[in-house]
C-alpha cells in the first residue's frame, strides 16, 4: 500500500490555495489523478518524487518512509526508486535509444534488463536511431522505457501523451498496459482523457482546488446513474464488455457515462474511442457508429 497524506500551501491562477490530499494507493495497479487544470495534480507527483517538499504529511510506500514530517524525514528523489515521465521526452539528442536506456540503468542492475523492455516497448528496430529521427510516439515510448529500466516502485506519469494524436494515443496506453502487467509496477498517472481513464485506471482520484472531491472505479467517479427518459445523444466508446451473447458498451457523454446493452452480433465492430449515436427507440436504447 502507499500511504498519502500531505498538505502544501500553493500560487493557483486565482490565488494561493491549500492542497490536501489524503489517499492510499493500492500498489501494482494503475491509479489516476484527474481533474482541472491548476488543481494540484502534477503538485501531488512532484511531492511523491521529491521534488516539491510538503508542508506536513507523510509519504510511505509499503513499510518504507520517505516523507514524514514529524519525524523530519525526506528522502531525495534519486532514493525514492521512482520513475518520473512528463510531457517532454527529455531525451540525449547526442544518444541512440539504447544508450539513453542504458544511461539510466543503476550499477547494481544486470543490463539484460534494456533487451527486456525494448522488447516489450516495440523498440527493436529503433534502438540504434537518434531522437532526432524518431516520430513524437516514438520519442514517448524511450522516455517511457527510460523510467521503466530503472525499475521503479513507483512509475509518476504526467500527462505524457497528451501531445499525441488519438491512434498513437490508443498505441502508446497498450504498451503502458503491457509493462504494467509484465512488471507489477505501482502507476500514478495524472491525465484528463476519460476514455484513457477506463482503459488503463484501477482506481481513479477526482481532485478539484486543491482537494479529494472523489475516488473509486473509473465507472464509479464517472456513471451518472439518473439519465432516463427519451433521449438521443452523440457520445465516445470508452469501455466494451462482452457476457455471454451480450455487449456491455460504457459511452461517454460529455462528462458522464451511460452503459448501453446490446447484441454482440450488432455492435462487433466497435472499438475504443468510436463516435456514436445514442438514442432511445420503443423505449429501448439503441447505439450507431458514426461515420
Known amino acids: 500500500?502507499?500511504?498519502?497524506?500531505?498538505?502544501?500551501?500553493?500560487?493557483?491562477?486565482?490565488?494561493?490555495?491549500?492542497?490536501?490530499?489524503?489517499?492510499?494507493?493500492?500498489?501494482?495497479?494503475?491509479?489516476?489523478?484527474?481533474?482541472?487544470?491548476?488543481?494540484?495534480?502534477?503538485?501531488?507527483?512532484?511531492?511523491?518524487?521529491?521534488?516539491?517538499?510538503?508542508?506536513?504529511?507523510?509519504?510511505?510506500?509499503?513499510?518504507?518512509?520517505?516523507?514524514?514530517?514529524?519525524?523530519?524525514?525526506?528522502?531525495?528523489?534519486?532514493?525514492?526508486?521512482?520513475?518520473?515521465?512528463?510531457?517532454?521526452?527529455?531525451?540525449?539528442?547526442?544518444?541512440?535509444?539504447?544508450?539513453?536506456?542504458?544511461?539510466?540503468?543503476?550499477?547494481?542492475?544486470?543490463?539484460?534488463?534494456?533487451?527486456?523492455?525494448?522488447?516489450?516497448?516495440?523498440?527493436?528496430?529503433?534502438?540504434?536511431?537518434?531522437?532526432?529521427?524518431?516520430?513524437?510516439?516514438?520519442?514517448?515510448?524511450?522516455?517511457?522505457?527510460?523510467?521503466?529500466?530503472?525499475?521503479?516502485?513507483?512509475?509518476?506519469?504526467?500527462e505524457p501523451l497528451s501531445a499525441l494524436d488519438r491512434a498513437m494515443r490508443i498505441q502508446l496506453q497498450d504498451y503502458l498496459h503491457e509493462i504494467q502487467r509484465s512488471y507489477q509496477m505501482s502507476v500514478i498517472l495524472v491525465t484528463h482523457d476519460i476514455s484513457e481513464i477506463f482503459k488503463l485506471a484501477n482506481h481513479v482520484v477526482s481532485i478539484q482546488n486543491g482537494v479529494i472531491v472523489n475516488a473509486g472505479t473509473p465507472q464509479e467517479v464517472f456513471s451518472d446513474h439518473n439519465l432516463a427518459g427519451k433521449f438521443q445523444f452523440t457520445g465516445e466508446v470508452v469501455k466494451l464488455e462482452t457476457q455471454d451473447f451480450l455487449m456491455i458498451i460504457t459511452v461517454l457523454i460529455g462528462s458522464q457515462t451511460i452503459r448501453v446493452i446490446g447484441d454482440q452480433s450488432e455492435h462487433r465492430e466497435l472499438k475504443i474511442g468510436d463516435h456514436v449515436l445514442v438514442a432511445s427507440k420503443a423505449f429501448n436504447p439503441i447505439i450507431r457508429k458514426l461515420s
Not at 18 to 24: I, K, P, R, V
Not at 30 to 44: N, Q
Open 1 to 158: 500500500m502507499i500511504r498519502i497524506e500531505i498538505t502544501k500551501l500553493l500560487k493557483g491562477a486565482q490565488g494561493p490555495f491549500t492542497l490536501s490530499a489524503q489517499m492510499d494507493v493500492n500498489e501494482g495497479g494503475i491509479t489516476v489523478l484527474t481533474g482541472p487544470s491548476g488543481a494540484g495534480k502534477t503538485s501531488v507527483l512532484r511531492m511523491i518524487s521529491g521534488l516539491m517538499r510538503p508542508d506536513a504529511g507523510i509519504i510511505m510506500v509499503g513499510d518504507d518512509t520517505w516523507f514524514h514530517s514529524g519525524q523530519k524525514i525526506n528522502r531525495p528523489p534519486q532514493k525514492r526508486a521512482i520513475g518520473y515521465v512528463f510531457q517532454e521526452y527529455a531525451l540525449f539528442p547526442n544518444m541512440t535509444v539504447r544508450q539513453n536506456l542504458k544511461f539510466a540503468l543503476q550499477k547494481s542492475q544486470q543490463p539484460s534488463i534494456i533487451d527486456e523492455v525494448i522488447e516489450i516497448m516495440g523498440l527493436v528496430r529503433l534502438q540504434d536511431e537518434k531522437p532526432m529521427n524518431l516520430s513524437g510516439g516514438q520519442k514517448q515510448r524511450v522516455a517511457l522505457s527510460r523510467a521503466i529500466v530503472q525499475m521503479p516502485k513507483v512509475l509518476l506519469l504526467d
